[in-house]
């Protein structure tokens, strides 16, 4: 089992940024892939951005620019660097991570969600 908690979220005003924290617990030998998606009110969930044990990073096209996602294994935690952020922003976080178990199936895990709201 791997336990996920986010940090970091709250309220900024347009044109600000913020910085995601997520740090596992648990089964973290496990981990390979962590990262993030976000959900904003009456949308889906969708990619943010994920970052690989080797550091291989996948982002989304629209986000490239201002959003950057890094990771300290040593501390078993990602983090989500977010610039000129903008009130379409807006919406629960979640942190995101799959680990790799016997026969190499994979099981992905989900944080609580961190809410950021982009308003003036």
């Known amino acids: 089992q791997v336990q996920l908690v986010e940090s970091g979220g709250g309220l900024v005003q347009p044109g600000g940024s913020l910085r995601l924290s997520c740090a596992a617990s648990?089964?973290?030998?496990?981990?390979?892939?962590m990262g993030w998606y976000r959900q904003a009110p009456g949308k889906e969930r969708e990619l943010v951005a994920t970052?690989?044990?080797?550091?291989?990073?996948n982002s989304a096209t629209s986000l490239k620019g201002r959003f950057t996602i890094s990771r300290d294994s040593a501390k078993n935690t990602v983090y989500l660097r977010m610039n000129s952020l903008k009130p379409e922003d807006t919406a629960v976080y979640y942190c995101?991570?799959?680990?790799?178990?016997?026969?190499?199936?994979?099981?992905?895990?989900w944080g609580q969600g961190t809410q950021v709201t982009v308003s003036s």
């Open positions: 648990g089964s973290i030998f496990s981990i390979d892939t």
């Open positions: 995101y991570a799959v680990a790799i178990g016997p026969f190499s199936t994979k099981t992905n895990y």
């Open positions: 970052i690989t044990s080797s550091g291989i990073t």
